[in-house]
């Protein structure tokens, strides 16, 4: 193991220590039922594991943001490719998206809800809303700051478009499109869970809605720690595939 | 000179070839205009000029990756329009090397849009990277490499294709000197070796001298040819011929001729020079 990443581990391992010295702090501060303490909360992180209904609450929040994130960013990575490629197109669709990424996407919900019905197509189409329009805007990014010699080159080999697109282009824009994956990670997340905080009979969102509503701190607590671990994780591999990628 | 490379017959024809560039709200520029010029199988043929002459616009429409506003050109007897015909290759004078992939797979690039089976596939890319000095670096990815490196990859992923017609834009001019002149070296043994016609684009007058059979000296913006110089080199050369007063003679005379076109490109009244 190198030094440089002794070091980055034993940062880490500091930053984590820290957090939970602050939790601690504050939970004895305010007072345990308010918010619970890290002890607690994992206590019953481990206690909810083991039981089926929040098992089924898991896999529910899980295949619906699977497939809010593989739709996020098959669309997005589509239709950036194309506004990319076709001034016509980017300059007439890309500023709806920059317009779809500035609003408050929860005021859109009414009209998911309206579309999709109360159930999972309208939480995993709020994830897709979250996520599609920061990853199409950043592959068309990377398509327009492609090198025009790339395109030259492959006209002097003779490619064929599809194989222009498959073996230039997507290799060409793949740090741009992890680097967007990253991001639309935790924004279809951010959807699904939102979603299913305001309309939904199931998933960790409704589960969260439901515990503050019977005032049960600890699993509420318990969720949040769940998400963060799974964020922050997803979030610090991408970040390492960014960079390797970017070299 | 006895082993000297004398015309056959023309593979590749420029008929009157012109070439304007329309902006709005700017008068029309006409970058070549009447471009002629017969170029024969196996000739090692050099084109100079004073920047901004056209020449890579030239090179463009040559290569069929532009079209020209006026005019046509017959390689080997097809008129070429819209796409690289078959049997031409190209090397640009930026990196082309595409950085995602390592130096064979750069290298194997183009065949695998042939249909080659993979033994042959893999015996070209071999003995490509093998005359291209890179053997040692096939795994190596091209941001690993140096600039004349990764040139070298650019040309062996065109020559594995075989092309019959090898054009260079300028491929040599971010090297620097030494690099450049055993880089034209490799370039004369690859000419000789397989047997194809090369068009060499450079600015550099030496680089013409000592490589071409001939040279074609253009003239400031429009571009045209204003006269070919035949260098009269035996087929086996190197960069030796430097040494040969003949070689004095002919940067001599291409100089002459380009000296007064770069007055003229740099907006220099020649007739009447300003005085200092």
Same mark, same amino acid.
């Given at each position: 193991m190198t030094l440089a990443r002794t070091r980055r581990i034993a940062d880490i391992a500091l930053l984590s220590f820290g957090l939970l010295?602050?939790?601690?702090?504050?939970?004895?501060?305010?007072?345990?039922?308010?918010?619970?303490?890290?002890?607690?909360?994992?206590?019953?992180?481990?206690?909810?594991?083991?039981?089926?209904?929040?098992?089924?609450?898991l896999r529910a929040t899980g295949?619906?943001?699977?497939?809010?994130?593989g739709l996020a960013m098959g669309g997005g990575v589509g239709l950036g490719l194309m506004f990319g490629s076709s001034r016509v197109l980017g300059e007439t669709f890309e500023p709806w998206l920059h317009v779809l990424v500035a609003i408050p996407k929860v005021t859109l919900y009414p009209i998911i809800l309206l579309l999709f019905g109360l159930g999972d197509a309208a939480k995993i189409a709020f994830g897709v809303l979250h996520g599609l329009p920061t990853v199409a805007i950043m592959t068309a990014g990377g398509v327009r700051s492609l090198r025009p010699i790339y395109g030259k080159a492959a006209r002097a080999m003779r490619l064929k478009r599809w194989s222009y697109v498959r073996r230039i282009l997507l290799p060409a824009v793949m740090p741009e499109i992890v680097a967007a994956l990253r991001i639309c990670f935790a924004l279809a997340l951010l959807g699904v869970l939102v979603g299913e905080m305001f309309a939904s009979t199931r998933g960790l969102g409704h589960l969260l809605m439901a515990s503050i509503g019977v005032d049960d701190m600890p699993t509420v607590m318990a969720v949040i720690l769940l998400l963060f671990l799974f964020a922050g994780t997803g979030s610090s591999v991408l970040l390492a595939v960014v960079h390797r990628l970017k070299g | 000179m006895p082993e000297s490379s004398q015309p056959i017959h023309a593979v590749l024809s420029l008929r009157g070839i012109s070439r304007v560039f329309l902006a709005a709200a700017r008068e029309p520029v006409w970058a070549l205009q009447g471009v002629d010029l017969d170029i024969n199988a196996g000739e090692f043929f050099a084109i100079i000029g004073p920047s901004g002459c056209g020449k890579s616009t030239l090179m463009d429409i040559v290569a069929g990756l532009l079209a020209p506003s006026e005019g046509e050109v017959i390689f080997e007897g097809k008129r070429v329009s819209g796409t690289v015909p078959d049997g031409v290759g190209v090397?640009?004078?930026?990196?082309? *090397?595409? %950085?995602?992939? *390592?130096?064979?797979?750069?290298?194997?690039f183009g065949l695998k849009e042939t249909g080659l089976d993979r033994a042959e596939i893999d015996a070209r890319v071999r003995y490509a990277l093998e005359f291209m000095g890179l053997a040692d670096f096939a795994r190596h990815h091209p941001p690993q490499l140096s600039g004349g490196m990764r040139q070298r990859v650019c040309i062996a992923r065109t020559l594995v294709l075989r092309p019959r017609l090898i054009l260079l834009d300028e491929p040599f001019a971010a090297l620097d000197q030494q690099t450049r002149l055993l880089m034209g070296e490799e370039l004369l043994r690859l000419w000789r070796e397989t047997g194809a016609t090369v068009v060499l684009i450079?600015?550099?007058?030496?680089?013409?001298?000592?490589?071409?059979?001939?040279? $074609?000296?253009?003239?400031?913006?429009? $571009?045209?040819?204003?006269?070919?110089?035949?260098? $009269?080199? %035996?087929?086996?050369?190197?960069?030796t011929v430097v040494a040969d007063p003949r070689f004095g003679e002919v940067t001599a005379r291409l100089w002459s001729l380009l000296r007064l076109e770069s007055l003229r490109a740099m907006g220099r009244d020649f007739n009447n020079p300003t005085p200092a």
């Open positions: 010295i602050i939790w601690e702090a504050v939970s004895i501060a305010l007072g345990m039922r308010v918010l619970p303490a890290p002890v607690q909360t994992a206590t019953r992180l481990v206690a909810l594991l083991a039981k089926p209904g929040f098992l089924r609450d295949e619906a943001y699977a497939i809010a994130l | 090397v640009f004078q930026e990196d082309a *090397s595409f %950085p995602w992939l *390592s130096v064979y797979e750069n290298v194997a450079t600015h550099a007058l030496d680089e013409a001298a000592m490589l071409a059979d001939r040279v $074609g000296v253009m003239s400031a913006r429009p $571009g045209r040819f204003i006269e070919v110089v035949a260098t $009269g080199w %035996p087929r086996a050369r190197d960069s």
